[in-house]
């Protein structure tokens, strides 16, 4: 499980440890373990061209010693100072190593701000000709959106056609919340120290941070319980529900699917579709006549129900879990059906129009929903705008959980999973590939299968997130390419937790999928699974 902390629990934790060493000793690990990213980053070392942006705090110092140890390599290193304040220990390091300096406010003196003025010829050439540009502008404790100097220098970085390496965090980010309220460094690699920060796993900050590297000095024992983890493969293989010798379908697990209507057929065959190939025993789907003529004929092995005008789902046969809502329309015959679904007491996954029914009647809430919204679904339901939902998503899901009682799925960039008294998982997997219509709707049918299988529905959901994303790598990889996506996936997750290596997004070509690719993919990435997990034991 890998986890991640708000930026006072880290400086907490590591004030615990600073109080047993001596003094310095955690800026000596962090920049050695940043200069050696940053070794690694540039391949030679001698005679590259290295700019360290040094910020104020501790973040610049550590820029500060890791640009001194770059200089002794043989690199030739220019540090822009953006404060006053600059650390006068890593300062004195970089300039006895060689390291050149430029202040942009007088670095030696008791005053100055930088104000908004435009930045130095010698700033801009040290920046846009370097290979190598390290971000050490504001560390983990910054807020708000980056005033100038700084703007500037986080404009200038991401202009520049170097690499950039990000000190803990992308200046700019909120490290606790991942929000970008302003101009922010968008980094190649992210070096973060101690423990992973929340800022870096949730969008839009996580859109900034590049390959991970998280880099342990010795905090673990000092941190509290996190209030948001991921999960790994190993998680995920672990609590997949797998058929025992003496299993038949029912055993498996039925799943329901109310979805489709005579408009939106495809979301019925697409929703039936992941929970056939999520591995449920058996999949029930009940519906209008064209839609289950649809059904029928791509997923032959379900078995269909019509449902005329004012009919329920008694009808339907036994049940364990629903998937309720993709395609079904939202007037007042959807309404009475969403409720006889409802009124089962039965796991329930709530998806597109049910979240609209949902929105307009909170009576339909019940125990045992695992609701999977986007953003503009999220916003009818809490009634705020799309937009702060996009910007904040972390305190959005966890106020939709809270309000709501129920498990929250929000779909988007970073998919967060919250329920009441649990930490928020973030899902690690997606890709943007899956920006596309009717993939929401294989997710639901997944997750309902995961359900009918026994899971809750904090881990259905978790669970089919991540093989939802997983099967969008396996798919836009094609067939030529998809073992090599997913274990290249799974491969840098792995690293990260091990704090060795990155989290970065595949480097292999794709090509853009439809909603229909994925339950043809899931199987493979089920079997996937399989591998990282030894690996991780």
Same mark, same amino acid.
């Not at 639901?444 to 026994?454: F, I, N, R, S």
């Not at 994303?469 to 997913?486: D, F, I, K, Q, S």
């Not at 799974?490 to 999928?513: C, F, H, W, Y």
């Given at each position: 499980?890998?986890?991640?902390?708000?930026?006072?629990?880290?400086?907490?934790?590591?004030?615990?440890?600073?109080?047993?060493?001596?003094?310095?000793?955690?800026?000596?690990?962090?920049?050695?373990?940043?200069?050696?990213?940053?070794?690694?980053?540039?391949?030679?070392?001698?005679?590259?061209?290295?700019?360290?942006l040094a910020?104020?705090?501790?973040?610049?110092?550590d820029?500060?010693?890791?640009?001194?140890?770059?200089?002794?390599?043989?690199?030739?290193?220019?540090?822009?100072?953006?404060?006053?304040?600059?650390?006068?220990?890593?300062l004195?390091?970089?300039?006895?190593?060689?390291?050149?300096?430029?202040?942009?406010?007088?670095?030696?003196?008791?005053?100055?701000?930088?104000?908004?003025?435009?930045?130095?010829?010698?700033?801009?050439?040290?920046?846009?000709?370097?290979?190598?540009?390290?971000?050490?502008?504001?560390?983990?404790?910054?807020?708000?959106?980056?005033?100038?100097?700084?703007?500037?220098?986080?404009?200038?970085?991401?202009?520049?056609?170097?690499?950039?390496?990000?000190?803990?965090?992308?200046?700019?980010?909120?490290?606790?919340?991942?929000?970008?309220?302003?101009?922010?460094?968008?980094?190649?690699?992210?070096?973060?120290?101690?423990?992973?920060k929340?800022?870096l796993?949730?969008?839009?900050?996580?859109?900034?941070?590049?390959?991970?590297?998280?880099?342990d000095?010795?905090?673990?024992?000092?941190?509290?319980?996190?209030?948001?983890?991921?999960?790994t493969?190993?998680?995920?293989?672990?609590r997949?529900?797998?058929?025992?010798?003496?299993?038949?379908?029912?055993?498996?697990?039925?799943?329901?699917?109310?979805?489709?209507?005579?408009?939106?057929?495809?979301?019925?065959?697409?929703?039936?579709?992941?929970?056939?190939?999520?591995?449920?025993?058996?999949?029930?789907?009940?519906?209008?006549?064209e839609?289950?003529r649809?059904?029928?004929?791509?997923?032959?092995?379900?078995?269909?129900?019509?449902?005329?005008?004012?009919?329920?789902?008694?009808?339907?046969?036994?049940?364990?879990?629903?998937?309720?809502?993709?395609?079904?329309?939202?007037?007042?015959?959807?309404?009475?059906?969403?409720r006889?679904?409802?009124?089962?007491?039965?796991?329930?996954?709530?998806?597109?129009?049910?979240?609209?029914?949902?929105?307009?009647?909170?009576s339909?809430?019940?125990?045992?929903?695992?609701?999977?919204?986007?953003?503009?679904?999220?916003?009818?339901l809490?009634?705020v705008?799309?937009?702060?939902?996009?910007?904040?998503?972390?305190?959005?899901?966890?106020?939709a959980?809270?309000?709501?009682?129920?498990?929250?799925?929000?779909?988007?960039?970073?998919?967060?999973?919250?329920?009441?008294?649990?930490?928020?998982?973030?899902?690690?997997?997606g890709?943007p590939?899956?920006?596309?219509?009717?993939?929401?709707?294989?997710l639901?049918?997944? =997750? *309902? @299968?995961?359900? +009918? %299988?026994?899971l #809750?529905?904090?881990? $259905?959901?978790?669970? &089919?997130?991540? /093989?939802h994303?997983?099967?969008?790598?396996?798919?836009?990889?094609?067939?030529?390419?998809?073992?090599?996506?997913?274990e290249?996936?799974?491969?840098?997750?792995?690293?990260?937790? =091990? *704090? @060795?290596?990155? +989290? %970065?997004?595949? #480097?292999?070509?794709? $090509?853009?999928?439809? &909603?229909?690719? /994925?339950?043809?993919a899931?199987?493979?990435?089920?079997?996937?699974?399989?591998?990282p997990?030894?690996?991780?034991?």
């Open positions: 499980m890998r986890t991640a902390y708000t930026a006072e629990q880290i400086r907490a934790a590591e004030r615990v440890l600073m109080a047993r060493l001596p003094e310095g000793t955690l800026m000596q690990r962090a920049a050695a373990a940043l200069a050696a990213v940053c070794a690694r980053t540039l391949g030679r070392v001698y005679g590259s061209r290295v700019a360290v910020g104020g705090g501790d973040n610049g110092g820029a500060l010693f890791a640009g001194a140890r770059l200089a002794r390599r043989g690199a030739r290193v220019t540090a822009i100072l953006a404060s006053f304040r600059t650390h006068r220990a890593g004195a390091a970089l300039r006895a190593a060689g390291g050149r300096v430029v202040a942009l406010t007088p670095a030696d003196s008791g005053g100055g701000s930088g104000g908004a003025a435009a930045l130095p010829e010698e700033a801009v050439r040290a920046v846009a000709s370097a290979d190598l540009i390290v971000d050490g502008l504001v560390g983990i404790g910054g807020s708000g959106a980056l005033r100038e100097p700084y703007a500037g220098l986080a404009r200038l970085a991401n202009d520049a056609p170097g690499i950039v390496v990000a000190v803990d965090v992308p200046s700019g980010v909120d490290a606790s919340t991942g929000c970008v309220p302003g101009a922010a460094v968008r980094a190649d690699r992210t070096v973060t120290f101690g423990a992973c929340i800022g796993l949730v969008d839009p900050g996580a859109s900034h941070v590049g390959a991970l590297h998280v880099i000095i010795g905090i673990g024992p000092y941190l509290p319980e996190p209030g948001v983890t991921a999960l493969a190993a998680d995920v293989a672990d997949l529900p797998r058929p025992a010798a003496e299993s038949d379908k029912y055993r498996r697990g039925v799943v329901g699917v109310v979805a489709g209507s005579d408009r939106f057929t495809g979301a019925a065959v697409l929703a039936v579709g992941g929970a056939v190939r999520g591995g449920a025993g058996m999949v029930r789907y009940a519906g209008p006549a839609p289950v649809l059904v029928r004929a791509r997923w032959p092995e379900a078995v269909t129900t019509i449902l005329e005008p004012g009919d329920d789902v008694s009808g339907v046969g036994r049940v364990q879990a629903w998937v309720l809502g993709p395609g079904m329309g939202t007037d007042d015959r959807a309404h009475a059906l969403a006889s679904v409802l009124d089962t007491g039965l796991p329930t996954v709530l998806d597109a129009d049910g979240l609209t029914l949902l929105a307009r009647d909170r339909l809430l019940r125990p045992n929903l695992l609701l999977t919204p986007h953003a503009g679904e999220l916003s009818r809490l009634g705008p799309a937009a702060d939902i996009e910007a904040r998503r972390l305190e959005h899901v966890r106020r959980a809270a309000e709501l009682g129920v498990t929250v799925l929000l779909k988007g960039s970073t998919t967060l999973v919250a329920e009441p008294g649990r930490p928020v998982r973030v899902n690690p997997t890709t590939w899956l920006a596309t219509a009717g993939t929401g709707d294989v639901a049918g997944l =997750a *309902g @299968a995961l359900l +009918a %299988g026994g #809750d529905t904090y881990d $259905a959901g978790c669970c &089919a997130a991540f /093989l994303g997983l099967a969008a790598h396996v798919a836009a990889a094609g067939p030529g390419g998809a073992t090599e996506a997913a290249a996936v799974l491969t840098t997750m792995l690293d990260a937790v =091990a *704090g @060795a290596g990155t +989290a %970065g997004r595949a #480097d292999v070509p794709t $090509a853009p999928i439809s &909603a229909q690719d /994925l339950p043809d899931l199987p493979e990435a089920l079997r996937l699974l399989e591998s997990a030894k690996m991780e034991e």
